[in-house]
Structures are given as structure tokens and as C-alpha cells.
């Protein structure tokens, strides 16, 4: 069975840019999760999608996030712009009626 | 809201040690509690999960144990060995998942 993929795995830009993050979750796992996991802290939730639709999305900065998640499958997670504090690693996670979380390899963002 | 909480943030022993990770969390109405594993510059690889009707599971040299009416979960490493160095996270389940900020556990040869 495959995993949950995730890419790029490493992305560097300049602050105000924009960048995006795309995920494949494991196949069949209709709820998808974002993570936010700053260096030291453990995983923040960032949105969590139910098939195509959103269950919630509280702690997402609207001003400069945002993410969709077409058809229930793959997603993406966009920063518009970046701040310096958005630097962190980015997970995607899936799970099948939040029994079991699995997650992806991450995606390393470094803002300079 | 639910706060989850791990002791200690690092840990340091030398191998063969038998060791005890601690995760204590605020709200009992939980589905279900996960141990993870993260090695620097990776993802989250789960190593137990333990459902709410079940008290403890196992997998080789690991034990985790959970009593909900307390709060609490603990991850029992018998015989470290330096390969088990990682950040050791728990998360509980309530249609989300919530995450301690892990343990960092050192094995030295």
C-alpha cells in the first residue's frame, strides 16, 4: 500500500513570495489533514478536509493561506504571502475515520 | 480545548537502559491515542496505536499503555539501543488529531 505523498520536500524562498504544497493521501482515506510543525514544537493543525469539503479550518491564517483538496483526493496548500515566521515543515496527513493518522514525508520550508 | 502534554523534552541515556516516555492530556473523551516516531528532517512514522477500549499494545520492544480516566499514556522502551534516537510524539484523537511537542530521546553507544 502506498503512502501519503507530499512535495516538494524542501523549498526555500524570499518573504512576500508565494509557494505551494501538494499531497496524494493514502488511497481510499476520505478525511486529509495539514499540519504546521514548527522546529522544536510538536505538530499544529492547520486544516482538515472531509472528502472534498472542509471540517475545519480555525487555526489557518485566511489572510495568507489557503488550501483545497479537489475532487477528495490530492491537495494543496498555498502561502501568499510568505512571512519569515512561516518557516517550518509541512505535513500532510490521512486517515480512515480518524482511527489512525499517517503521515507524509513533509515538506521543509525555509522563508529568508 | 484539548492540551496534550509530554515529559520529559529530552532525554539522555546510555544503551541497554530501559527507558519511560510520558504523555498526559487534558480532556478524556478521546477516540484514540498514537505514539509516533520522527527522525530529523522527516515525517511522523507511527509506532503504536492504542483504541479507546483498549488499556495497552505492544510491538517488539515497545509498550505503550493508556488510562483515560487520568489522562495519561505512557511509551516503555525495553533495552534502548543508539538507532532509537528520535523525537518520540503522542497524539490523542477526537475527530482531529492533537500532538504533544515530543521527547527527544539520545541512546549513546
Known amino acids: 500500500e502506498a503512502g501519503v505523498a507530499q512535495s516538494p520536500r524542501y523549498k526555500i524562498i524570499e518573504k512576500r513570495q508565494s509557494v505551494a504544497f501538494w499531497c496524494n493521501p493514502i488511497s481510499g482515506h476520505a478525511t486529509l489533514y495539514w499540519y504546521q510543525q514548527i522546529l522544536g514544537q510538536g505538530p499544529k493543525l492547520l486544516i482538515q478536509?472531509?472528502?472534498?469539503?472542509?471540517?475545519?479550518d480555525s487555526q489557518l491564517p485566511k489572510d495568507r493561506f489557503s488550501a483545497e483538496r479537489l475532487k477528495g483526493v490530492d491537495s494543496t496548500l498555498k502561502i501568499q504571502p510568505a512571512k519569515l515566521e512561516d518557516s517550518a515543515v509541512y505535513l500532510c496527513a490521512s486517515s480512515l475515520e480518524s482511527i489512525e493518522a499517517f503521515f507524509g514525508q513533509g515538506t521543509r520550508l525555509t522563508v529568508v | 480545548k484539548q492540551e496534550v502534554t509530554q515529559i520529559p523534552a529530552a532525554l539522555s541515556v546510555p544503551e541497554g537502559e530501559n527507558l519511560v516516555l510520558n504523555c498526559s492530556f487534558t480532556d478524556s473523551a478521546i477516540y484514540n491515542l498514537q505514539w509516533f516516531r520522527q527522525d530529523p528532517g522527516k515525517g511522523l512514522t507511527s509506532l503504536l496505536l492504542i483504541q479507546s477500549s483498549q488499556r495497552e499494545q505492544t510491538s517488539g520492544r515497545l509498550n505503550a499503555s493508556l488510562d483515560k480516566s487520568s489522562g495519561r499514556s505512557t511509551l516503555y522502551i525495553a533495552a534502548s539501543q543508539p538507532g532509537d534516537s528520535a523525537t518520540y510524539l503522542c497524539?490523542?484523537?477526537?475527530?482531529?488529531?492533537?500532538f504533544g511537542s515530543g521527547t527527544k530521546l539520545n541512546v549513546k553507544p
Open positions: 497524539a490523542v484523537s477526537f475527530n482531529k488529531f492533537y
Open positions: 478536509f472531509q472528502n472534498n469539503g472542509v471540517v475545519d
